[in-house]
């Protein structure tokens, strides 16, 4: 397993984590990493040969893994967990699954870094396997909506989204490069698989990043 250091904020039925503990502050906390709904979810220890006191957390959407330094800690945070499960769902707060989809380079994981830490990095990591993370957003008339933003490798050829992915989607966001014409290319292609996947079902958004590159741009508005 690839092991991260986090820090945890648990709030009623939400489990928020941190890439540094300077990083929690802020209503809603908007730097956080993610947010991770504990609603009917299930915990249970687990052995590893190099991480001691590890226990899992099985939620409806994956199976996350933790360490602590202590059987203490393991404890405490596993009845937390089981506690939070029990919360009934606050009644101003609506869930929604987004998707995003396209070619290699065209910045699936940075859109997803913005919306969900308001960061931005041009340092470039390519996503091997898809990814999920879940932010809070504030709606009009004081509703709030856990977003949970699923993030589908480029390498993936274009074609119907896995069913765990596909299942619960409210939205596919459909993202290509203006500065590659081939990436526009692979967009279509996708647009073509997701539209026989969804037929109207799903509504999809088509983003062209990039744009602030003018000089490298390969694509125009006649296209």
Same mark, same amino acid.
């Given at each position: ?11 009623? &039925? ?8 300077? &990083? !929690?502050?802020? $209503?809603?906390? *908007? =730097?956080?990493?993610?947010?991770? *709904? ?20 099985? %939620?409806? $959407? =994956? ?15 596993? /009845? ?5 499960? /029990?919360?009934? #769902?606050? $009644?101003?707060?609506? &869930?929604?699954?987004? !998707? ?16 969900? %830490?308001?960061?931005? %990095?041009?340092?470039?990591?390519? @996503? %091997?396997?898809? @990814? ?7 709606? /009009? ?11 589908? #490798?480029? @390498?993936? *050829? #274009?074609?119907?989204?896995? #069913? ?12 290509? &490069? ?13 647009? =073509? ?9 799903? *509504? ?10 003018? $000089?490298? =741009? ?6």
């Amino acid at each position: 397993k690839n092991w991260k250091k986090r820090w945890f904020v648990l709030d009623a &039925d939400k489990l928020w984590y941190f890439k540094s503990p300077d &990083d !929690v502050h802020g $209503e809603a906390y *908007p =730097r956080s990493r993610g947010c991770i *709904p504990l609603a009917d979810c299930s915990v249970g220890e687990e052995t590893y040969k190099k991480k001691k006191n590890a226990f899992y957390l099985d %939620t409806k $959407e =994956r199976k996350y893994h933790f360490s602590c330094e202590t059987p203490e800690d393991r404890d405490a945070w596993m /009845e937390a967990f089981r506690k939070a499960s /029990e919360i009934a #769902p606050q $009644e101003n707060l609506v &869930d929604a699954k987004v !998707v995003i989809v396209g070619p290699s380079f065209a910045g699936k994981s940075s859109l997803l870094r913005r919306w969900t %830490t308001g960061d931005y %990095t041009e340092l470039y990591t390519e @996503s %091997t396997e898809p @990814s999920s993370s879940h932010q809070l957003f504030p709606l /009009e008339g004081g509703l709030h909506c856990m977003m949970d933003i699923w993030d589908v #490798p480029g @390498s993936q *050829p #274009p074609g119907p989204l896995p #069913p765990n992915i596909a299942s619960g989607s409210h939205a596919v966001v459909l993202l290509f &490069d203006l500065t590659n014409f081939a990436s526009f290319g692979k967009a279509k292609k996708w647009l =073509r698989a997701l539209r026989s996947q969804f037929r109207e079902t799903v *509504p999809m958004f088509l983003i062209a990043s990039k744009a602030d590159l003018k $000089e490298q =741009r390969a694509i125009n508005a006649e296209v």
